[in-house]
């Protein structure tokens, strides 16, 4: 039995190893955003964000090796993330400073971009680990069936994408947001056009409004309409786009602010059939009504016509 553990585990561990080498080979320091949303890595140069993205590959690689050994099913997704975040924040500074940087799990806790990954742990974390090592899980089945039946080599890299850029987000937007003040941060981070106080505070107000609109907005809506918004890693750059997923369960669990969203879209789709119908309905009566009149008008006229060559 134990010979056999052993051979799942090789197997496994050669699976992931073999993703894992794929994404590396990804990235590069010309990765821009190609997407129609911001990322808070667009304030970073160049290698520094490749830097990044690697780092935050190799932790999860890594976590994800550590898990083979356990009950996967029993993993805690939402402790899972948020160690990834922590971990790969304080890898990134220490990477770029040279000595240990250590970061309190409370500035992880407060960022609004956390508590967003954790409410979405199950599809950014869970479905791909689980899926990688088990394959046709019913989780992924859950979530992608009928339209992705099965978890296709492509479509886990994808998936495994979306969750290196949505760390690496949450990464920088923590370091924008609790280490900005420090000037040498932004010195050895930033871009050039991001040094001066205005240009910064610009990017930080926008990603911040853009933050909050995701969380507020945009997640419930893609709840409602069953979609799921992803980024993919490309060698032209990184690109975001809209999938199917099934997260009903979720919708009965929104918070009082996201709830309002899906209300709203509830009233406008109750209010724009109405509109429709009221629309077709004056048509159709105005089209009766001027075909009445007309009518009417070319039989008198063609009776004058009539009586007038009769006398």
Do not use: H
Not at 53 to 75: G, M, Q, S, W
Not at 101 to 113: A, D, P
Not at 274 to 296: M, N, P, Q, W
Request: one cysteine or more; charged letters at 25%; aromatic letters at 12%.
């Amino acid at each position: 039995m134990s010979t056999l553990n052993s051979s799942f585990s090789l197997i496994k561990r050669k699976k992931v190893n073999k993703l894992f080498t794929r994404l590396q080979s990804k990235l590069s320091p010309n990765l821009k955003n190609k997407g129609n949303f911001l990322l808070s890595t667009d304030i970073l140069r160049d290698d520094i964000k490749c830097d990044l993205l690697r780092i935050v590959v190799l932790n999860i690689e890594t976590k994800l090796l550590n898990l083979i050994k356990r009950d996967l099913n029993l993993f805690d997704d939402e402790t899972t993330i948020l160690e990834l975040v922590k971990l790969s924040t304080e890898d990134f500074l220490t990477n770029c400073y040279g000595s240990k940087v250590t970061i309190r799990s409370t500035i992880i806790l407060r960022s609004v971009y956390s508590q967003f990954l954790v409410e979405n742990s199950n599809i950014l974390l869970r479905v791909p680990f689980l899926e990688l090592l088990n394959s046709n899980t019913k989780v992924f089945q859950n979530t992608f069936d009928p339209i992705y039946t099965t978890a296709s080599d492509k479509f886990l890299e994808v998936l495994f994408d979306n969750l290196i850029i949505e760390i690496s987000n949450c990464v920088v937007q923590i370091i924008i947001s609790e280490f900005s003040i420090i000037n040498s941060v932004r010195q050895v981070l930033y871009r050039s056009n991001f040094l001066s106080s205005r240009n910064f505070d610009r990017f930080r107000n926008s990603l911040a409004w853009q933050t909050r609109l995701k969380y507020y907005v945009n997640y419930p809506k893609n709840l409602y309409n069953w979609q799921y918004g992803i980024w993919v890693i490309r060698s032209k750059g990184i690109y975001y786009r809209t999938i199917y997923a099934n997260r009903s369960d979720k919708l009965f669990n929104l918070e009082t602010r996201s709830l309002v969203t899906v209300t709203i879209i509830e009233i406008y789709d109750f209010l724009s059939s109405r509109v429709d119908e009221i629309l077709y309905l004056l048509g159709d009566s105005l089209r009766f009504a001027l075909g009445t009149t007309i009518g009417k008008f070319v039989g008198i006229f063609w009776r004058g016509i009539i009586e007038g060559l009769k006398t």
